[in-house]
Structures are given as structure tokens and as C-alpha cells.
């Protein structure tokens, strides 16, 4: 039988709970995760976060950010700051790179969030 099921980090398990939300659901080899916003002063710093995170929630799960194929993040004043976020996924992640969809948006679920990011991973065979 196929493993399946929501992945809640015991550090967001007090949201899962709240907001019925889960980090991640995993179906298989394959695990999707729910967007991610960083927190920091700046932008270099918030999307740096955000990988930090999206990083937890996939080792949570026995994952990592070299088993994501697909990314979409979701960018406020897009223009401003695409190339802050494209450094700090370079500098999270390598090659080869994932499919990536950059869509922007006037705003995101945590007011002061510049951007989210979330991706589908799937396990190396």
C-alpha cells in the first residue's frame, strides 16, 4: 500500500492543528509542500529563510531540496526583488534545477511576506 498522509513537523503541529494545514502531504515517493514564507529585515534575508524552512519541512519528511522537480513561488513587487530571491534558491539549491513558475501577486497569507515558495519533490530511485 502507498504511504500516504499530511507531514507536520512537530514545530508547526499547534497550525495543523489551528488552521487544519498541513506543511505537506505525501503520497508515495512523491511529497508536495504547502507555500513557505521566510521572516527577516530584508529580502536576502527573508528568502534565505524561506529555504531554511522549506529545507526543514522536506527533512522532515525524509526529503530534500535535491528531490524537488518542481517549484512555483509567488512574488510581491515582483520586479524589486526576483533577483534576491533567485540568489538565495541558487544558493540553497543546485543543479539540475527544477521546473520553476515565478508568478506575481499584490499579496501573500502573512502581510509583511515578500514572497512563498512551494514545490513538489519526489524521491531519487
Known amino acids: ?29 512523491t511529497l508536495y509542500v504547502s507555500g513557505v514564507i521566510g521572516s527577516g529585515e530584508s529580502p536576502e534575508d527573508e528568502f534565505a529563510s524561506a529555504f531554511e524552512s522549506l529545507a526543514r519541512v522536506l527533512d522532515s519528511a525524509g526529503f530534500s531540496l535535491g528531490d524537488v522537480v518542481e517549484m512555483t513561488s509567488f512574488h510581491v513587487d515582483m520586479s524589486k526583488t526576483l533577483g534576491a530571491f ?7 539549491m543546485s543543479a539540475p534545477w527544477p521546473a520553476w513558475t515565478a508568478i506575481g501577486c499584490t499579496e501573500l497569507a502573512i502581510p ?7 514545490v513538489t519533490a519526489v524521491l531519487q530511485s
Open 86 to 92: 533567485m540568489a538565495a534558491r541558487d544558493n540553497a
Open 1 to 29: 500500500m502507498t504511504e500516504r498522509g499530511p507531514v507536520v513537523p512537530e514545530d508547526s503541529q499547534a497550525s495543523y492543528d489551528r488552521f487544519h494545514f498541513a506543511p505537506a502531504y505525501r503520497v508515495g515517493d
Open 112 to 118: 509583511t511576506g515578500r514572497a512563498e515558495v512551494k
